[in-house]
């Protein structure tokens, strides 16, 4: 599986461009998995569900199948955050899986940032990010695209992994 990752800092636009490039992935022809990483405290499932009270109950992991989809919910339970490597072998084999965060991972990443969040950029410090996609004119050493021009990143993605 190729794997190529999504950076930045909150507000950036990393999970539109994350939306924008799956849709056009899939629409290649690929198949496409994600893998989005979280710091804050979050929850698929809801209060009074039958695999909330599972889980609420001790359960270590809880599947949740259905005609549509498969749910697999585990609790750490104060175990440490699986790493990047273990959630991707637990992954079905894809042509591609994007990855949203993980910005200290060493695979190759495009940053996305907005001049409005104010932050700094990431990637002068940091040669897995291989491009910016920005809505606004950066200098740097890395090509840098227009964050809407979704065909253009999905382009420079393509050629870098030789999908």
Not at 4 to 32: A, P, Q, S
Request: proline share 6%.
């Amino acid at each position: 599986m190729k794997l190529y990752g999504v950076t930045g800092w909150k507000n950036c636009g990393k999970t539109g461009l994350m939306e924008r490039l799956v849709t056009e992935f899939t629409e290649r022809g690929l198949t496409v998995s994600t893998i989005k990483h979280a710091h804050h405290s979050t929850d698929v499932d809801q209060p009074g569900t039958d695999s909330h009270r599972h889980r609420m109950a001790g359960a270590s992991e809880v599947i949740l199948a259905s005609t549509h989809r498969i749910a697999i919910m585990q609790e750490l339970r104060g175990a440490a955050e699986p790493l990047l490597s273990e959630l991707l072998a637990r992954l079905s084999p894809v042509d591609l899986v994007l990855v949203e965060g993980y910005k200290r991972e060493p695979h190759p990443k495009i940053e996305a940032h907005r001049r409005a969040a104010g932050q700094p950029l990431i990637a002068p410090q940091d040669e897995t990010i291989r491009a910016l996609a920005s809505d606004t004119p950066v200098e740097i050493d890395r090509p840098v695209f227009d964050l809407d021009h979704t065909t253009a990143i999905a382009d420079f993605i393509a050629a870098e992994l030789q999908l």
